[in-house]
């Protein structure tokens, strides 16, 4: 059993969860970057219309499934960094998973590339299409397990009010994005996804921070 007044962060004599989250950051700065490029360079591409997973059609194509898979990647390495760090309650065991259900459904999408959202239904552009849009679903479900986790916990309210904010930020936009009309696909997706990974930020970087919890927990994973 931990002690009281726990303190959730790396301990010193345990830096693995430590680089596991700064390569999981490193990760997204790799997305980011490469997101950008194709922003700059790709202006066959209409971002009012085209959905980000487009980019995979064209030059430099194959640089959106290295950034999807490498947002799984992200993941992966986040997921076992939590594992570490955080008491294995019920409440975080399923807020990890979800986040571990949205780093294998990513990780799908970006084996599977899809084709112009005007065109014909291809095998690779359904499974990118499922399995895009489990991973939209899995990683809010995320925020909501852990902001139940936070609202049990004294002094923690502000981080059950910020992860309630993201999932349900998150699932209207992605509501918003799946009833938007076809012109407009690519601006509605585009909001979504930039909330998605700003508050997919301030999930991973968890591990890295010092939160301070007064009830005992089982740590084992």
Known sequence: MLSNNLIINIMKSNKKPVILSYLSL???????????????FRSDHDPLLQTMSEYTIGPFGI??????????????????AMRETL???????????????????????GIFPTDYITGSYSFSRIM????????????????????????????L??????????????LSCFIIYLVSPLGYKGLTQRIFLAIMI????????TPLRKIRIKKKYNHKP
């Open 157 to 170: 309210k502000f981080n059950f009010y910020r992860f309630q904010t993201y999932f349900y930020l998150c």
């Open 63 to 80: 640089f959106l499934p290295i950034t999807l898979i490498t947002l799984g990647s992200s993941s992966f390495l986040s997921y076992f």
């Open 87 to 109: 008491p294995m309650t019920r409440l975080i065991k399923n807020g990890i998973r979800a986040l571990l259900l949205w780093a294998i459904f990513i990780t799908i999408a």
């Open 26 to 40: 490193i990760c997204v700065v790799i997305l980011f970057m490469i997101i950008i490029l194709f922003h700059l």
């Open 198 to 205: 700003i508050s997919y930020i301030d999930l991973i970087t």
């Open 128 to 155: 990118h299409g499922i399995s895009s849009y489990f991973a939209f679903l899995s990683l809010p479900f995320s925020y909501f397990y852990f902001s139940l986790f936070y609202q049990k916990e004294d002094g």
